[in-house]
């Protein structure tokens, strides 16, 4: 019997970041070992069709996932299992001791597709249901984040029907929280799709508009000079934090063109701080992950004030872009942690977490006499 591992590794997936869960993917199974795993590839389509073939990757690379035979995780007397389905009949193509979900975004690191797994029963690489979700939600994680005391720029949370029904007021309300400019987020998208840096009342009309194309609820906070700080987490109840880094971005802000397609941004690794900051950034980025009951990965971004030299929370990511030069792994590189042992640990918490699940008692008798 073979004594590696059965791990899925998934990519693709219906969000804007289908493409960069494919790079990302690349990156892993490149750097998977073939001694200790034995990788079985699924692709997630544009449309959310789950695909199977032992080269998906390839496939979905040269964009035919739609090609390939639909995919399915099931369990079967709570152990999971891979099927394919082939002329209408499913067939076992393995059982699953992990899933690598290396996906970002909608659908994939908002804690739906970690519900999935759970109710599979199955392993799973990365942050849970909760900590996805709520990460997810820049609008709701600014209110947990800020409740365990770390600083957050003031912000407001506003909804489409808002929006779409009393403009005035929502202007009235966001002039009252902060002077211009304020930056618009819708509050559940990622890679800086809709977002937009207001700088008077009729551009803040222009974005609050587009934002609630993206979104129903829509997060607008004030609009700081900032530099970029990013900081790596890594583990379950113990963590590893890395040093600070710091993105310079090409653009006025770090936008989705700078991120993904005019090279690199350039990166200053550590981030040129002074000890007491970047100590004190650290300690954020671990009780951030915590705050939101992170497990496995998270990337811990904050804004600089360029003038008062002020830190803030910006956001957190539980599935970061994840490419070998991606800032996550590049972090934890410069801590020592090569990329191929950072994907070893990664699988190693994913299965901590599961057997830690094991031990939670779920079923207990009611007495009935009380
Ligand atoms: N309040 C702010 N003040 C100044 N700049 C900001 C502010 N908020 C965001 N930015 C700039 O806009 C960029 C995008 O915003 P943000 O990081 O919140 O969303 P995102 O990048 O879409 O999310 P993700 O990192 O999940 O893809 C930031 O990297 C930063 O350059
Ligand atoms: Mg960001």
Known sequence: MSTKLNLVLIFGGKSGEHAVSL?????????????????????????????????ALEVFENKHGESLNEAFILARNETPYLYELIDGQLREVTQIDIVFPVLH????????????FEIQNCAYVGAGVLASSVAMDKALCKDVVANAGIPVLPYGIFSRQQIENDLPAVIEAVEGISAYPVFVKPANLGSSVGITKAKNRSQLQDSLRLAARYDRRILVERGIEAREIEISVLGNEDVVVSVPGEIVPGDEFYTYKDKYHS???????????????SEQLRTWAVQTFRAIDGAGLARVDFLLDKNS??????????????????????????????????????????LERKADQARTLRKFEVDDEQ
Request: charged share 20%; no cysteine; net charge negative.
């Open 23 to 55: 790079m990302s993917a690349r990156s892993v199974l490149n750097a998977l070992d073939s001694e200790k795993y034995q990788v079985f590839q699924v692709g997630i389509t544009r449309e959310g069709r789950w695909t199977y073939a032992a080269n």
């Open 105 to 116: 975004g909608t659908f994939g690191e908002d804690g739906t597709i970690q519900g999935l």
């Open 263 to 277: 090279g690199d941004p350039e990166t200053a690794i550590p981030a040129p701080l002074p000890e007491p900051v």
């Open 309 to 350: 030299g002020k830190a803030w929370f910006n956001e957190i990511n539980t599935m970061p872009g994840f490419t070998q030069i991606s800032m996550y792994s590049k972090l934890l590189a410069y801590s020592g942690l090569n990329y191929r042992q950072l994907i070893d640990q990664l699988i190693e918490l994913g």
